[in-house]
């Protein structure tokens, strides 16, 4: 077999433009694939892992995927946020196991700043109920104090005591551009990679979130001769009238449901309700349809690819009814005629993968940092076995069957139909 591979080998090698040629379309195909599979695996993973414990989410009222997206991953602000008295009333609720506010708006670099409370640290979970861990420092303690996540420091090469200045509002805001200088922070500590959003957040206390805005009204930002010093923002740091959303864990799951009707019909205002887990599941159905179009498309052009292998080696049997007819001459009995053209479908449908894989990478590399800022998505160019290794066998195998059509034809040929080529096949 090792022989035949090697003749098929060298067989290519003198058709080397044909061949070069059929990998490199092969390997355009099979990246769409690998890309489109990647995001779509690690989307899934990425969003199920990042909260775990929570019951559910509350915000002002809306889409369930919106306040999700916006609390979970980061991808926006939910909305014009809720009342801080009725997440204080909210949080007393008997059955109510322990509740977190989230401020969102402002960030840093493109990242996001997350304000909320010490008790963050000790309370969220992601993954299978893993808690967060400090890979250097401590939770916040001071008004100025924040602690960020793993892709801050790496990306941004920040360390522990080291000082940062927070932008208001998101990319798209108008005052996006407009950092608080006045006021910097420090870093305090540094989580451990969690492979979620937290890993892309800038955390502050909410007293922090209130200090970098005490001078500012109505959105604005002050004239030069207002702005107060972060000494005397200190002072003027009370509770926040409103925040984005917040988290609610109950002392039993069962509960939810009442809980969500109950908050879905809270008197002070208008909010929403959300259990992570449905709303993931409404996420799925939404982004499901996109994810199939894509996959299909993607088969679509590995098909196309393969037929157009199909073709070439097809084509190309008739320029080479001599070479069969000597490599009869010389011994190859019609086995190996057949094996010699599905080893030269198997080699083309292989290099065609590893050309494939590499674009595939280039690909994702490229697109990380858009998924990162844009939809909290941290995207992995390690391939999953499980998830990889049967659509790789699958390519090989659709590959080889493509060759079979010629491998056959080339099969039945007899000794003189090589050493004639006015016979027909």
């Not at 599941?281 to 299909?296: K, P, S």
């Not at 019609?334 to 990478?361: K, Q, Y």
Request: hydrophobic fraction near 45%.
């Amino acid at each position: 077999m090792r022989s035949l591979l090697t003749l098929a080998w060298s067989s290519l090698g003198s058709r080397r433009f044909v061949a070069l040629l059929t990998v490199a379309c092969i390997g355009l195909g099979s990246a769409m694939l690998i890309v489109v599979e990647q995001i779509r695996t690690e989307a899934r993973e990425s969003f199920t892992r990042s909260v775990s414990g929570v019951d559910l989410i509350v915000g002002p009222r809306g889409g369930s995927v919106e306040l999700l997206m916006g609390v979970v991953f980061r991808t926006g602000t939910p909305g014009k946020g809720m009342t801080f008295d009725s997440y204080r009333q909210i949080a007393g609720l008997q059955g109510v196991t322990w509740a977190l506010p989230l401020s969102f708006g402002d960030s840093h670099h493109g990242y996001p700043v997350m304000g909320t409370e010490p008790d963050y640290f000790n309370y969220f979970r992601y993954g299978r109920s893993q808690p967060l861990a400090f890979a250097a420092g401590n939770p916040f303690t001071d008004v100025f104090d924040a602690v960020i996540g793993a892709e801050v420091a790496d990306k941004l090469g920040y360390q522990l005591n080291q000082q940062i200045v927070l932008e208001h509002g998101l990319k798209a805001s108008m005052y996006a551009a407009h950092g608080h200088e006045d006021k910097p922070f420090q870093i305090v500590g540094i989580l451990q990679r969690t492979g979620t959003a937290i890993d892309r957040t800038v955390h502050v206390s909410l007293a922090g979130i209130q200090a970098m805005h005490a001078d500012w009204e109505d959105g604005r930002p002050p004239e030069a001769f207002e702005r107060l010093s972060a000494e005397e923002a200190r002072l003027l740091v009370e509770a926040p009238e409103r925040i984005s959303a917040m988290l609610v864990a109950l002392d039993q799951r069962a509960a939810a449901l009442f809980m969500q009707a109950r908050l879905g019909n809270w008197p002070a205002e208008p909010l929403s309700a959300v259990m992570p887990g449905p709303a993931l599941l409404e996420l799925w159905q939404i982004v499901g349809v996109a994810e199939d179009v894509l996959r299909g498309m993607s088969w679509c052009v590995i098909t196309v690819v393969l037929a157009g292998m199909l073709t070439v080696l097809w084509s190309g049997l008739e320029e080479r009814r001599h070479e069969m007819a000597v490599l009869r001459a010389v011994g190859a009995r019609p086995r190996h005629i057949f094996l010699l053209i599905v080893g030269e479908a198997f080699l083309l449908t292989l290099g065609g993968l590893v050309v494939g894989i590499f674009f595939a990478t280039l690909t994702l590399s490229a697109l990380e940092s858009t998924l990162v800022q844009q939809y909290g998505l941290s995207l992995s160019t390690a391939f999953s076995g499980r998830t990889f290794l049967p659509l790789f066998a699958g390519l090989l195998a659709a590959g080889l069957l493509a060759g079979l059509l010629p491998a056959i034809r080339c099969y039945r040929r007899s000794l003189s139909d090589g050493l004639n080529p006015n016979m027909g096949g």
